[in-house]
């Protein structure tokens, strides 16, 4: 890999980020932190899907450590730790999983800069304790950015969409070889790379002790007008194919039919037709 390179890709999202906290201006830091991740894939041994997200964060400068308690509400974190990042990986997550907190976490290296032989925030006043609860949810939704675009990379993203339909069917497909989840490829399909703008998905979250539906995410093309989605509907039984319909109908889908769902013990998921 040319470090000359990727030292310019994470200058120029680091300024970009100096320059927002100055100007309390949002400077295109999405576009930037994606050419970072473009920058160290261009440099991989093995550049396509499924990533190596540990050399990833070996060219990064991280020490990935593997915690051998199981907590659950948290997969990782990355810390300063000597002349060195160390990223703490929690136990018991799942490979799809784990892949992705190392390619966040990997993100996150990035809002740090070598001051002699240490570890430093680039601006302190960007920490998440500087910029309270919001500044803590962009610096998170850039290093989800940072690893979508790694995880599944530009060039090699649009080839296999281009030769797909939209459906659940077709993001499967891509997330099992790329080994991410659904809701990362249909992020990146539909927004970072627009290659399906007539395309909606449900993400309906599951209870995973009752089964019960607990909450309902969209994600639709550019051109899915909001009034005129229509979703299929299920042949779920009781109480979940309730909670589900009714859900679904705040959001302002037409339900319809009675297609099959996709569905794990967390995730179900209802493709718009």
Do not use: N
Not at 227 to 235: F, G, L, P, Q, Y
């Amino acid at each position: 890999m040319s470090v000359s390179a990727l030292d310019a890709a994470r200058e120029r999202f680091q300024v970009g980020l100096l320059e927002r906290t100055r100007l309390e201006v949002d400077i295109h830091l999405d576009d930037l932190i994606r050419a970072v991740a473009g920058t160290i894939i261009c440099g991989l041994h093995r550049p396509d899907p499924p990533i190596d997200v540990y050399e990833v964060a070996k060219v990064l400068g991280i020490e990935i450590i593997h915690d051998t308690k199981d907590r659950p509400a948290l997969d990782g974190t990355l810390t300063p730790f000597r002349d060195r990042l160390r990223l703490t990986l929690s136990s018991g997550r799942g490979d799809v999983r784990a892949r992705f907190t190392i390619a966040h976490e990997c993100g996150h290296s990035l809002f740090y800069g070598r001051a002699e032989r240490s570890w430093q925030r680039i601006d302190p006043s960007a920490s998440s304790s500087g910029l309270g609860r919001r500044g803590h949810r962009r610096e998170e939704g850039l290093c989800d950015a940072f690893a979508g675009a790694l995880l599944l990379p530009e060039r090699w993203l649009h080839g296999k969409l281009s030769a797909l339909e939209p459906s659940y069917g077709a993001v499967l497909t891509v997330a099992r070889v790329a080994r991410v989840s659904p809701e990362v490829v249909i992020r990146r399909a539909l927004y970072d790379l627009q290659a399906w703008p007539t395309a909606a998905f449900y993400g309906i979250r599951l209870d995973t002790d009752s089964g019960t539906c607990v909450g309902v995410k969209c994600f639709r093309g550019k051109s899915v007008r909001r009034d005129r989605r229509v979703v299929a509907a299920t042949r779920l039984q009781g109480e979940l194919a309730t909670q589900v319909r009714s859900r679904l109908g705040e959001m302002g889908a037409t339900v319809r039919g009675v297609a099959r769902i996709r569905s794990d013990r967390e995730w179900a998921w209802v493709t718009a037709e």
